[in-house]
């Protein structure tokens, strides 16, 4: 379900919200406690196993739910954008359209998580390689199941998506 991520965003900046305030002096402001719970049951139900509350916890998760799929991280994919003796992956951001209207990667296809895989490998070609990402790494990794099953040769999911790309300022 596309709520997954961003409640597993709005449960992790729960959590952190009082340390980030004594770290920089100011307030947080985050989701109510109650708003929060009801969306982690939400997602809870939506999915087999629950999804984590953290970062390392989400990194954990993602690995069991989707095993088959290869993952990159941010600070690797930010080297192989930098290399000029290597062909750049396509970048494809799977998030909805008003969260590629905030912000996206320069570069990137941008595409609607429920965009046929297929589809989309014949505007980008299968085996070129293609880096997924969405918000936290959620539905990047099941669109990136999908275009492996769709043929894609060389897909990966950005570990952290975009969230971890800015948080480190990239």
């Known amino acids: 379900p596309d709520c997954d991520a961003i409640a597993l965003a709005q449960f992790s900046l729960a959590r952190a919200a009082p340390a980030v305030e004594r770290a920089v002096g100011i307030p947080v402001l985050t989701t109510p406690g109650s708003a929060v719970r009801a969306i982690r049951e939400r997602v809870e139900r939506a999915v087999r196993s629950p999804p984590p509350v953290d970062v390392a916890g989400l990194a954990s998760w993602l690995a069991r739910k989707y095993p088959d799929v290869a993952a990159i991280d941010v600070p690797a994919l930010a080297r192989w954008l930098g290399d000029r003796s290597r062909a750049a992956p396509v970048l494809i951001d799977v998030r909805a359209a008003n969260e590629q209207a905030v912000s996206t990667l320069p570069g990137a296809l941008c595409v ?27 539905r990047s990794a099941k669109f990136a199941r999908a275009l492996a099953a769709a043929g894609a040769t060389n897909v990966q999911s950005l570990r952290g998506g975009i969230f971890e790309w800015a948080n480190r300022g990239l």
């Open 112 to 138: 609607a998580p429920a965009d046929e895989p297929a589809e989309v490998l014949r505007r980008v070609g299968a085996a070129r390689p293609i880096v997924a990402y969405c918000a936290v790494g959620v």
